[in-house]
């Protein structure tokens, strides 16, 4: 099994040239055969669907299994690993022929991972990966590098000198790789001092809004503020609106028309590294029907980010950057 691949030739033309493979082989296979692949079972157990990022992933995946075939079965934790856990059980005990999942906290759910796998269903995952389990395939962004990214945009808008503070997402062990990018960063760059921080936690009573609020009340002279997912930075730039801090720097990750709405303004929201998370879904459903049909399939694909700032949104709010091949059409360069 091949064990990584970039996300950069995997555009729209080789999707749709693995679309018509299929299509192509399929059409020399007897009838009752071609019937079987049509009607292939597919389940998703996603970790959310709310927000850009859940939308798009469900997106990807609903078009992914309408265009390359199949059925598809989808339920939404809601960011609860114990529901994700339970729903993966009741899954399997339908016996899919692949399982699909994006993880809402990868530890937490890896068990349940595994009990699909022991049961014969090949697992393919977006967006995090599942330690211990030996998913078929893995379709991802690289954490670390936009918590490294991220940081740099920071570090170089201050001139290598400056407070900052951060906004933490500790949940899935995936997400939290940010922070070590961010922290990797930080080496280079000895005077610039991170002077209070927050850990995010879904059971908790404190929002980002409030976290951020609370941090610019107690240290009204930092400079800027990184969050490690969107949801945050752009709380904490009405927060920032509130104190009158324009001049505040933030930055975030996912991508989406909401993150890139408040960048296209000139808001403090300055830049947010813009995951591919459509094309993480789709690429699980298409290497799901390689590996049905007995090909090979990478262990892990790093599917493209791009770190959007304001001059790259000049001609509109782009909600389909992420569908293969379309930011190559925008113009935009992957950041990684």
Known sequence: MDEQISGAGFGRRAFMAGAATLAASAALWPKEMRAAAAER?????????TYDSGR?????????????????????????ARQQSDQIDSLIA????AL?????DAVAIAPAVQRAIAAGIPVFCADSS???????TTAMSSNFGMGQQSCEYICKALNGKGKIARVMLPQNESWDQRTLGMEWTLRRYPDVQIVTEWAFALAGNVTPRQAVDNILTSNPDVNAIWCAWDGASVEGTLAARAAGRSDLI?????GGSQAFNYIAAGTPLKLSMAQSFYEMAYASVFYAHEALAGRKTPRLVITPTYAVTQDM???G???DYDMPGRAGELGWARAL
Do not use: C, Y
């Open 250 to 254: 933030l930055t975030g990750i996912d």
């Open 313 to 315: 949104l000049q001609n």
């Open 94 to 97: 339908s016996k899919p022929e």
């Open 41 to 49: 079972t597919f389940a998703a157990s996603l970790g959310w669907t």
């Open 317 to 319: 709010i782009p909600d």
């Open 56 to 80: 798009h992933l469900q997106d990807g995946f609903n078009a992914a299994v309408k265009e390359l075939g199949g059925r598809l079965t989808t339920t939404d934790a809601g960011f609860d």
């Open 100 to 104: 699909f999942i994006t993880p809402a």
């Open 130 to 136: 599942v330690p211990g389990a030996m998913v078929t």
